[in-house]
């Protein structure tokens, strides 16, 4: 069974920096694209980036683009999401992701069969 557990998240002040780490296990790990998402309060989960199996493919959403990088690691089984120049309105819970596809990188959600627990991000004004 495909396993998800993001770590990384916590308190941070706008304009700082966090890296969000997303391990998976259950299956080969590189094989497989992987994205990240996020729920702030009040709001439907959104899209935030995506990377494809061989990471040549990255897909990010305007909101975050300058300012995130997806980037993972298959001898770790780990995919990462730097942040920097953190806004507030970055404040979410995030959730790594991924589905059947080795190439997809997009919003839908319908496409990813494996989610995580998610990981608090809030920064602070």
């Known amino acids: 069974q495909v396993q998800l557990v993001e770590s990384g998240g916590g308190l941070v002040q706008a304009g700082g920096s966090l890296r969000l780490s997303c391990a998976a296990s259950g299956r080969t790990f590189s094989s497989y694209a992987m994205s990240w998402f996020r729920q702030g309060p009040g709001k439907e989960r959104e899209f935030v980036a995506g990377i494809s199996w061989r990471n040549s493919n990255t897909n990010y959403a305007d909101s975050v683009k300058g300012r995130f990088t997806i980037s993972r690691d298959n001898d770790k089984n780990t995919v990462y999401l730097q942040m920097n120049s953190l806004k507030p309105e970055d404040t979410a819970v995030y959730y790594c992701?991924?589905?059947?596809?080795?190439?997809?990188?997009?919003?839908?959600?319908?496409?990813?069969?494996?989610w995580g627990q998610g990981t608090q991000v809030t920064v602070s004004s």
């Open positions: 992701a991924t589905g059947t596809s080795s190439w997809y990188t997009g919003p839908s959600t319908s496409l990813y069969t494996y």
